[in-house]
T-cell receptor, first 111, second 115 residues
Framework: GEDVEQSLFLSVREGDSSVINCTYTDSSSTYLYWYKQEPGAGLQLLTYIFSNMDMKQDQRLTVLLNKKDKHLSLRIADTQTGDSAIYFC???????????FGAGTTVTVRA | DVKVTQSSRYLVKRTGEKVFLECVQDMDHENMFWYRQDPGLGLRLIYF???????EKGDIPEGYSVSREKKERFSLILESASTNQTSMYLC??????????????FGPGTRLTVL
């Protein structure tokens, strides 16, 4: 989507940390999301952050939100081969029913 | 577990054919969505529905129509399929947005090829 931007590809070595970055445009978005799509499957919600938070941690996942710069990141610690997937950043613009998605970042984990 | 199912995983149709893609959810969700997914473009919203018999155009509705006669079922219709409608089609559903967020649950997708 044109309102949410993310890089298209990331290659990371197994055991290293992955960081996926996203920028969005609607500063009044209430929630920001990270979805994961494994090969041949639909999207699955990985985590989300409420707009009044700066950080959210969930096991190996850390989400950082910089509202001033409209920047969202997802860090995956100790990246595993099962983390190979496409990761989508998404926002819910204010007064809108729909999600705006980024183009997706394809993460490839190499041994 | 929330389940969103789509009638076909793979579909091959010819130019000019009328194509029906069906989506069914079992969690009594009010809202349902149809997206298409293309490499480098992410997900783009075609149509969505707030509730039964209601529909709203998304970002790219041209060449598509939808039907929501029952709450659990949302159909996407390609009136006259064209090659530029070759894509992955994803259906999603959710409850009305509320204080606990507005997570959308996705089906597995239908990969449509129009020859």
């Amino acid at each position: 989507g044109e309102d949410v931007e993310q890089s298209l590809f990331l290659s990371v070595r197994e055991g290293d940390s992955s960081v996926i970055n996203c920028t969005y445009t609607d500063s009044s978005s209430t929630y920001l999301y990270w979805y994961k799509q494994e090969p041949g499957a639909g999207l699955q919600l990985l985590t989300y952050i409420f707009s009044n938070m700066d950080m959210k941690q969930d096991q190996r996942l850390t989400v950082l939100l910089n509202k001033k710069d409209k920047h969202l990141s997802l860090r995956i610690a100790d990246t595993q081969t099962g983390d190979s997937a496409i990761y989508f950043c998404a926002e819910t613009p204010s007064n809108d029913y729909k999600l705006s998605f980024g183009a997706g970042t394809t993460v490839t984990v190499r041994a | 577990d929330v389940k969103v199912t789509q009638s076909s995983r793979y579909l091959v149709k010819r130019t000019g054919e009328k194509v029906f893609l069906e989506c069914v959810q079992d969690m009594d969700h009010e809202n349902m969505f149809w997206y298409r997914q293309d490499p480098g473009l992410g997900l783009r919203l075609i149509y969505f529905s707030y509730d039964v018999k209601m529909k709203e155009k998304g970002d790219i509705p041209e060449g598509y129509s939808v039907s929501r006669e029952k709450k659990e079922r949302f159909s996407l219709i390609l009136e006259s399929a064209s090659t530029n409608q070759t894509s992955m089609y994803l259906c999603a559903s959710r409850h009305n947005p509320g204080p606990d967020g507005d997570e959308q649950f996705f089906g597995p997708g239908t990969r449509l090829t129009v020859l």
